[in-house]
């Protein structure tokens, strides 16, 4: 499975930007994708995840309300949205897929549990 991170850039404070994660090379509607970001010095840390349908979602504390995520199985595509931007966002984000259907990874944002990974996407926020 390859996975393709797109869409970052330089936004103001309370901005938007849509980041995109292409897949490819596997079966995408069965995996659960999740997103993580890491900050300079930091961990990289749970954004958000979403089923295979796109019927279950989950997001970190600290985006909830701002980001939202969203899937095209027919695009082999996973969009997060995101609102409100702070600061604070700024970070490297990377797309994830689990394989195995993890329930850690859904609904807890394990991210041992996410076994393919995409390269970053830079999202800056100016304030």
């Known amino acids: 499975v390859q996975l393709q991170a797109s869409g970052g850039g330089l936004v103001q404070d309370g901005g938007f930007l849509r980041l995109s994660c292409a897949a490819s090379?596997?079966?995408?509607?069965?995996?659960?994708m999740g997103w993580f970001r890491q900050g300079p010095g930091k961990e990289r840390v749970f954004v958000s995840a979403?089923?295979?349908?796109?019927?279950?979602?989950s997001y970190a504390d600290s985006v909830k309300g701002r980001f939202t995520i969203s899937r095209d199985n027919a695009k082999n595509t996973v969009y997060p949205e995101m609102n409100s931007l702070k600061p604070e966002d700024t970070a490297a984000y990377y797309c994830?897929?689990?394989?195995?259907?993890?329930?850690?990874?859904?609904?807890?944002?394990?991210?041992?549990?996410?076994?393919?990974w995409g390269q970053g996407t830079q999202v800056t926020v100016s304030s």
């Open positions: 979403i089923g295979r349908t796109g019927g279950t979602t």
């Open positions: 994830a897929a689990d394989t195995h259907l993890s329930s850690g990874a859904l609904y807890r944002g394990v991210r041992e549990q996410y076994d393919y």
């Open positions: 090379g596997g079966t995408f509607s069965r995996y659960t």
